[in-house]
Structure formats: C-alpha cells, structure tokens
C-alpha cells in the first residue's frame, strides 16, 4: 500500500528548495497528496527592551514572518502544480517560540513527515530538538532529510538497523509503504554478540522471512563490530551499500519533557548522509 498523504515541514528556509525537490518526486513516485506547513513562532513580550515598546517588536517579528509564509506558500504551490501533484496548505500561529508541538498536531494524519536535518551551527528556522520532538511526539513515522540535499528516490535499495526491539519493529513495518517494488532490503543486526539470547543464530532471518512474503529482495546479516557506535556503523553501511533510504527506530526516554536520545539515534541525526526513516 503506498503512502498517500505527506506532510512537509517549510520553517527551514534555507533548505526549502532540496526539500520540495525531494518531496515531490517522492510524492509523484506515490500518488500522494502533500500538506505544506509553515508556523509562525511567538516571542516572550516584556514591558520596555532598550526604550523600545516590545509589541512594536512582537508586530514586526509577526509581519516578516507572514512575509517569509508567504513567500514560501508560493513556491510550494509553483511546485506542486509544476509537478500536477494534490496538495494543501497550512499557515499556523505557535503558542511559544518553539514550534514542534503545532507541527506535530498536523502530523497524525499523515501517512509520512517529512522534515529536514537541524544542523547546530546553521539557521534552521526551527527550535534545536525539532528534530528528536517530532520522532518522539507524532506518533507516525518521520522522514528526516539530509540539510541541502535533494533526492529523486527514496526507497529502491534500503538498509535497515534490526535489533528485536518495539522501536525497530516499528520502523521497518513503517518503511514497507516506501519500498519500491524492485528494491533491495538488507537487514542488518549491529553487533549481535551483545543479545545473543535474543537475536539467535542467524540475526534477523525471521524478520528477512516476513518480508520476503511482500515480494521484496532481501537478506539479513550480523555486523560485528569493533566497539563502534551502532549510528556511525549503519552510516557508514548505508554508504558503502549505495543505499537510498536508512530505516531505524529512535530511542529515548522523557525526563521532565525533555528527551534524551540514545547515541545511536543522536549521531545520525547529527551525521545523515542518506534519507532516514525513524519510528517510536
């Protein structure tokens, strides 16, 4: 079954061309319709800044940001009808000046969110954990694409991190809808010595099993390392397979609202050099 509703986060304006670009080639490969959003943040108000009044403020941080909403409701629009492809848009106002939790209200009844890498030292347009709330709030699964680059498929030679846990078994149930019907899965179980109990004789050959039964080639394999970091070992995989699409789960756990994620799942979000499809 293909995905047939996308929906895009537009906040990052420096990297609004290579996420359009590959939203809609992924989304005229699916039939999907996609919904564009672009919040607007809010700002904390105080009484005087510098003898200036800050609604004066407030009203001009307001006015650039439906100038920029604006400007990039056109050219997702420009886009989509050069693409002939469905789509919707949405202009929301955020409650704060993070703006992950309006975004994700829009994401639960996607079929995929699509969002591009935060990068520390690059304006993103988006709060630094944007990233890391969206895979742990929305509840569906979320495409992460490399800052500044465009992709024209997504999904015809997949790697997949399989380790027997909830987290994995989502994710790579989540990716079936992107594969192709010609790809190429392989199921990798970085270092298995660690869970000998749980991944058994041959890592991964039950879940290889399953999926060979949607048609799709496929192998497992263990992938021993040498103490490595399990993100920087499926990177490092992803492309010396050539491949175009890494699924893995997220891991974390909530600490006062905040997340703390697991090195894995932070080091390719810090280190992506392939698309990445991530579940809770």
Same mark, same amino acid.
């Given at each position: 079954?293909?995905?047939?509703?996308?929906?895009?986060?537009?906040?990052?304006?420096?990297?609004?061309?290579?996420?359009?670009?590959?939203?809609?080639?992924?989304?005229?490969?699916?039939?999907?319709?996609?919904?564009?959003?672009?919040?607007?943040?809010?700002?904390?108000?105080?009484?005087?800044?510098?003898?200036?009044?800050?609604?004066?403020?407030?009203?001009?941080?307001?006015?650039?940001?439906?100038?920029?909403?604006?400007?990039?409701?056109?050219?997702?629009?420009?886009?989509?009808?050069?693409?002939?492809?469905?789509?919707?848009?949405?202009?929301?106002?955020?409650?704060?000046?993070?703006?992950?939790?309006?975004?994700?209200?829009?994401?639960?009844?996607? /079929? $995929? !969110?699509?969002?591009?890498?935060?990068?520390?030292?690059?304006?993103? %347009?988006?709060? &630094? @954990?944007?990233?890391?709330?969206?895979?742990?709030?929305?509840?569906?699964?979320?495409?992460?694409?490399?800052?500044?680059?465009?992709?024209?498929?997504?999904?015809?030679?997949?790697?997949?991190?399989?380790?027997?846990?909830?987290?994995?078994?989502?994710?790579?149930?989540?990716?079936?809808?992107?594969?192709?019907?010609?790809?190429?899965? /392989? $199921? !990798?179980?970085?270092?298995?010595?660690?869970?000998?109990?749980?991944? %058994?004789?041959? &890592? @991964?050959?039950?879940?290889?099993?399953?999926?060979?039964?949607?048609?799709?080639?496929?192998?497992?394999?263990?992938?021993?390392?040498?103490?490595?970091?399990?993100?920087?070992?499926?990177?490092?995989?992803?492309?010396?397979?050539?491949?175009?699409?890494?699924?893995?789960?997220?891991?974390?756990?909530?600490?006062?609202?905040?997340?703390?994620?697991?090195?894995?799942?932070?080091?390719?979000?810090?280190?992506?050099?392939?698309?990445?499809?991530?579940?809770?």
């Amino acid at each position: 079954m293909n995905p047939k509703t996308f929906v895009v986060s537009l906040n990052d304006i420096g990297n609004q061309e290579h996420l359009l670009a590959t939203c809609s080639s992924l989304a005229a490969h699916h039939g999907a319709h996609v919904t564009g959003v672009f919040i607007i943040p809010s700002v904390e108000v105080y009484a005087v800044y510098g003898g200036i009044a800050m609604a004066d403020v407030v009203d001009d941080q307001r006015k650039r940001y439906q100038s920029m909403a604006t400007e990039v409701r056109e050219k997702f629009e420009r886009t989509m009808k050069l693409n002939s492809l469905s789509y919707d848009w949405r202009e929301l106002d955020a409650l704060s000046s993070s703006i992950g939790r309006e975004f994700v209200q829009q994401c639960r009844l996607a /079929d $995929i !969110v699509m969002i591009g890498q935060v990068v520390a030292d690059k304006t993103c %347009g988006v709060e &630094p @954990g944007f990233a890391e709330y969206v895979v742990m709030e929305a509840g569906r699964p979320v495409l992460l694409l490399p800052r500044g680059k465009s992709f024209e498929t997504i999904g015809n030679k997949v790697l997949m991190g399989w380790n027997g846990s909830r987290e994995a078994a989502r994710a790579c149930f989540d990716a079936l809808p992107l594969l192709s019907t010609d790809c190429e899965v /392989d $199921i !990798v179980w970085v270092d298995p010595q660690k869970q000998r109990g749980l991944a %058994g004789s041959l &890592p @991964g050959a039950e879940l290889a099993t399953t999926f060979a039964r949607h048609e799709v080639r496929v192998t497992a394999e263990p992938m021993p390392t040498a103490d490595s970091d399990v993100g920087r070992a499926l990177l490092t995989r992803a492309g010396d397979t050539g491949a175009d699409l890494l699924v893995m789960g997220a891991y974390g756990h909530s600490r006062v609202r905040e997340f703390v994620f697991g090195g894995a799942t932070q080091h390719v979000l810090n280190n992506m050099t392939v698309p990445v499809l991530m579940s809770h």
